[in-house]
Nanobody, 122 residues
């Protein structure tokens, strides 16, 4: 059964850093479209960053210059390095994938992880 499992969440003070990692079975995360989403309490889920099969990366404006998405094709993992965190980054973070999709489609995410909590205190 294909699964995505996130790790690396936790609590940090404003200005700090965290690194999230998502592990998946072969061909779940690589080499196809994969992304990180987040959902804060009372807010809609939003896409934070995505990477296509061609390596094209898109970031949400709110995290540009602070977050970096990357993946390791040999380990089948998707990472999100988060720097200069602020309280507005507090949310549950999910990794998601579109197996078989070289280019990302907004509604094409068919695999989701269970989420990992990130809490940033001021």
């Amino acid at each position: 059964q294909v699964q995505l499992v996130e790790s690396g969440g936790g609590s940090v003070q404003a200005g700090g850093s965290l690194r999230l990692s998502c592990a998946g079975s072969r061909y779940a995360l690589t080499p196809y479209c994969a992304a990180w989403f987040r959902q804060a309490p009372g807010k809609e889920r939003e896409e934070v960053a995505r990477i296509g099969g061609d390596g094209r990366i898109i970031y949400a404006d709110s995290v540009k210059g602070r977050f970096t998405i990357s993946r390791d094709r040999t380990k089948n993992t998707l990472d999100l390095q988060m720097n200069s965190l602020n309280p507005e980054d507090t949310a549950i973070y999910y990794c998601a994938a579109q197996p078989g999709a070289w280019r990302c489609s907004p509604t094409g995410y068919t695999l989701w992880g269970q989420g990992t909590q990130v809490t940033v205190s001021s």
